[in-house]
């Protein structure tokens, strides 16, 4: 019997020490990270505001890109097709990545677009909220219309707009956009906030004009935002920092957040926030409404 345990005891001890070997040894690449810190790349332009970015380097498990359009790094292919819609001047960087998302190294490169699309450029102006310039492109309905002794407060910052508000206080912000009948259009921006209470932050477009002291809906009811940052609806209320169509809330009667003009002529592109805690707000930057077919 004492020879039986001593072997069985000895069996599993050398099972444990097999299964805890790794695959490699550390000096031969452990697989966590790439063997080597290239992440360089080189950028093609395929046509007007299209370009292909194409890793230098396959030896990796995957690539993050950030466009330099205010959204930040996100997955992406080794031979990556992109298109810049908007002109200006854009600082795209490239990560490679091993396993466990193990950042093995970045690059950069500057590309420059010299004209937006005519026909996808984004039509809002304003949306980065760089200067007074941008600011004023903007008109504000009602700072406080519940009378109470909370607030409803825009303020602006250099690069971003925010939004405080207290005891179920509102306010909208909106400016016009000509848009083309049968055209479908689409909406988002990049928002930033350490969390809310009892909050709305919502962007909706509409043939009707936003009104001093009113609610804004755009031409149906509080269901039909394109775009939103909602507590009810299961977004806001920790901190985040992205855009609106991955951080916010999914609206089921639009969860692709398009607009589809009826007729030629004006829009109001607004945005409708308030709450009982807001805390230190909602911000936002880098504002987009474009045509999308």
Not at 44 to 65: A, P
Not at 169 to 179: C, D, G, K, L, S
Not at 216 to 230: E, F, V
Not at 275 to 286: A, F, L, R, T
């Amino acid at each position: 019997m004492k020879k039986y345990l001593k072997l069985t005891v000895c069996l599993s001890l050398s099972v444990l020490a097999f299964s805890c070997m790794p695959d490699t040894i550390d000096g031969d690449g452990n697989g966590l990270t790439p063997t080597n810190s290239d992440a360089s790349f080189t950028v093609t332009k395929t046509s007007e505001n299209h370009y292909r970015l194409t890793s230098s380097n396959n030896n990796f498990l995957s690539s993050n890109w950030d466009l330099g359009d205010g959204g930040g790094f996100g997955r992406g292919a080794n031979v990556y097709d992109i298109f810049l819609p908007d002109e200006g001047t854009y600082n795209i960087q490239h990560q490679i990545v091993g396993q466990g998302g193990i950042v093995g190294g970045t690059a950069s490169q500057t590309v420059n677009v010299d004209k937006s699309d005519p026909a996808a450029g984004n039509m809002i102006q304003g949306g980065k909220f760089l200067d007074a310039a941008d600011v004023a492109k903007w008109t504000l309905t009602f700072p406080n219309p519940n009378g109470n002794d909370g607030y409803a407060l825009w303020t602006w910052g250099t690069g971003e707009a925010t939004f405080k508000a207290t005891k179920w206080n509102r306010n909208v912000m909106y400016q016009a956009i000509q848009v083309v009948k049968g055209r479908k259009y689409q909406a988002d921006a990049i928002v930033s906030s350490k969390g809310v209470s009892d909050s709305w932050f919502e962007i909706y477009v509409g043939y009707t004009k936003p009104i001093a002291n009113m609610d804004y809906t755009g031409d149906g009811n509080d269901t039909t935002w394109l775009r939103g940052i909602n507590t009810w609806a299961g977004s806001g209320t920790t901190a985040f920092d992205g855009k609106i169509s991955n951080k916010g809330s999914v609206n089921a009667n639009n969860p692709n957040g398009t607009f589809t003009a009826t007729q030629d002529g004006t829009v109001y592109f607004a945005i409708r926030s308030g709450g009982n805690d807001m805390k230190e707000g909602i911000s936002i930057k880098n504002i987009e409404f474009r045509g999308i077919n």
